[in-house]
């Protein structure tokens, strides 16, 4: 079962990690949910009854998301989404505690639900290094190390995408109003 689970969540990243490519939200979080169908599937595997319900709540919440963004919901059914998702988490928390780390799934549904309410795709993948990070912690703790393998290079992606997308266009920008200041001057 062990081996079935760590081709399941090589499947469900090479979804997701392609996702962290894309330069929009909604292409973002659609590769997502689609990997969270398989990351459920090896949770199940590797009987971590609490990472199931963690990823199936985030794979509902991202549908969620995906269409409030698409018919240009309020913010209000995002709260509510947000607030639901936690509210389903914590008897799932409670009835399959294992001991404090278990409280970084928690954390990981708190940030991804705030993170990925908003429209900004950068915030969107601040969300999702703080989240790989949450993710790796829990991974590592249950023995999931190939799951804790993909949380490192998630987050390495995140990072690459961050800079490329916004680092990089930020210093540029800055250089040519440098440049356009010392032509005026």
């Known amino acids: 079962m062990y081996i079935a689970s760590q081709i399941l969540v090589f499947i469900g990243v090479v979804f997701d990690f392609t996702g962290r490519f894309f330069k929009n939200k909604k292409a973002v979080l659609a590769f997502n949910v689609v990997g969270m169908f398989f990351y459920v599937s090896s949770y199940i595997f590797l009987l971590s009854w609490l990472g199931v319900v963690a990823n199936a709540l985030n794979f509902i ?25 936690v509210a389903c988490f914590i ?40 989240n790989s990070v949450f993710w790796a912690i829990f991974n590592f703790s249950i023995g999931g ?10 987050l390495s992606i995140a990072l690459f995408s961050i800079t490329i997308y916004n680092i990089i266009p930020k210093i540029k920008e800055n250089k040519q109003i440098k440049n356009n200041k010392d032509l005026i001057s």
């Open 145 to 154: 190390y190939v799951n804790f393998a993909c949380d490192m290079l998630g």
């Open 61 to 85: 919440r991202n549908v969620l998301y995906l269409y409030f963004d698409k018919e240009e919901k309020s913010k209000i059914n995002y709260l509510i989404t947000f607030v639901s998702v």
């Open 91 to 130: 008897p799932a928390l409670v009835l399959f505690w294992e001991n404090a780390l278990n409280l970084f799934l928690l954390f990981s549904l708190i940030i991804t639900s705030v993170g990925f309410a908003f429209k900004n795709v950068l915030i969107v993948r601040i969300t999702i290094v703080i």
